[in-house]
Nanobody, 118 residues
Framework: QVQLVESGGGLVQAGGSLRLSCAAS????????MGWYRQAPGKQRELVAR??????DYADSVKGRFTISRNNSKNTVYLQMNSLKPEDTAVYYCNAQCYSGGYYYNQWGQGTQVTVSS
């Protein structure tokens, strides 16, 4: 199994920046891809950014503002969020897409709150 621990959320004014971190431990070799999702109150969880073998993918709403990166030596994935908007307010979840024992499965972190004030 893989364990994910997020950090870095908080309260920031519109236009500000935050960096989220997600440290992975456990069966690291089973991880195919890592990413960040978010869920705002009353809305479905949505993909924010994903990184697979160095290739990145972003939601249209964050392109040009957010950057996902991964430090393999630290087993950590980051989400640098710039030019934050009130609509970015949500709980952000780290995700690992894993393959082990012939099965694919998703592992989630506990979530970290990001609040952007106007």
């Amino acid at each position: 199994q893989v364990q994910l621990v997020e950090s870095g959320g908080g309260l920031v004014q519109a236009g500000g920046s935050l960096r989220l971190s997600c440290a992975a431990s456990g069966n690291i070799g089973s991880i195919n891809a890592m990413g960040w999702y978010r869920q705002a109150p009353g809305k479905q969880r949505e993909l924010v950014a994903r990184i697979t073998s160095g290739v990145t993918d972003y939601a249209d709403s964050v392109k040009g503002r957010f950057t996902i990166s991964r430090n393999n030596s630290k087993n950590t994935v980051y989400l640098q969020m710039n030019s934050l908007k009130p609509e970015d307010t949500a709980v952000y979840y780290c995700n690992a897409q894993c393959y082990s024992g012939g099965y694919y499965y998703n592992q989630w972190g506990q979530g970290t709150q990001v609040t952007v004030s106007s």
